[in-house]
């Protein structure tokens, strides 16, 4: 027993290794994507001409800029205040080709989780633990955030829906991992993918200069994941840019195991 509980200590705590890209490049993503235009699109810009927020991506709520509230949010998906790091991030795998999750530590089922789009799909105040942030929860914060009278209210609202923007996008984030793509829990902490990533910023950099964008439709947050295109059998469609990240990860790439 003693064992055990050593085993699975060691276990918890080396997770940011074994479940996500690293907490900092989630949260690099994200204000790079709310400070800058990509393909015509500026968060600053909607923000005020949309919402009416004159200060834009720096309009504070409860303290905090919405670029800051979207930057949290990547990391707030791993590690939420409050909550063991990282248990959410068992709910952070989708295999397109049997729509399956993390199948728990060496397939053992423990820890296992739901598939990433069953998690980002979850109904309203289901998610747990670590808070609520689903899709739906997402959608209802910003409907009260739109509709509320008194401004606390409002403003609380306002942020919990960039919050949790920023850990729908960390999800999606997540598709681009091959291990995460493919069941591979990737448990030691050096040659992964996404550590990788980490030790090689420039890269990164070079990347964003010619980013490559999803034109497919958009029907939720399910779409920017899986497309239900990708079979196993045809990897010739993940070449196209309307297929979601997760078909083109595991169709592309090898992971670690």
Same mark, same amino acid.
């Given at each position: 027993m003693l064992r055990f509980v050593l085993i699975t200590i060691i276990l918890l705590s080396s997770q940011a290794y074994s479940?996500? $890209?690293?907490?900092?490049?989630h949260m690099t993503i994200n204000s790079y994507i709310a400070e800058n235009n990509l393909n015509g699109f500026s968060l600053d810009t909607y923000l005020k001409s949309n $919402? /009416? @927020?004159q200060s834009g991506k720096n309009e504070k709520?409860?303290?905090?800029a919405v *670029?800051? *509230? @979207?930057? !949290?949010? /990547?990391k707030y998906e791993d590690k939420p205040p409050w909550t063991f790091p990282y248990l959410r991030s068992k709910n952070h795998f989708h295999n397109p080709i049997n729509e399956q999750g993390f199948s728990g530590i060496w397939d053992t089922g423990f820890l296992s989780g739901d598939s990433a789009i069953v998690w980002a799909l979850k109904d309203k105040g289901?998610?747990? %633990? /670590? /808070?609520?942030?689903?899709?739906?929860?997402v959608r209802d914060y910003y409907y009260r955030a739109l509709t509320s009278t008194d401004k606390t209210t409002r403003d609380t609202?306002?942020?919990q829906t960039f919050r949790g923007l920023g850990q729908l996008m960390h999800l999606i984030q997540d598709m681009?991992? %091959?291990e995460h793509s493919r069941n591979d829990g990737h448990y030691l902490p050096f040659g992964d993918y996404e550590n990788w990533v980490s030790r090689n910023p420039v890269d990164f950099v070079n990347a964003t200069a010619f980013p490559i964008f999803f034109t497919g439709s #958009?029907?939720? #947050?399910?779409?920017?994941? !899986?497309?239900d295109t990708y079979t196993g059998l045809n990897p010739g469609v993940t070449t196209y840019s309307t297929i979601g990240l997760s078909e083109y990860s595991n169709a592309n790439f090898f992971s670690e195991d």
């Open positions: 479940y996500a $890209l690293n907490v900092e490049t $919402l /009416g @927020l709520f409860n303290s905090y *670029w800051e *509230w @979207l930057r !949290d949010g /990547g289901t998610q747990t %633990p /670590g /808070g609520y942030y689903s899709w739906f929860d609202n306002f942020a681009s991992v %091959p #958009i029907s939720s #947050i399910k779409s920017f994941m !899986d497309t």
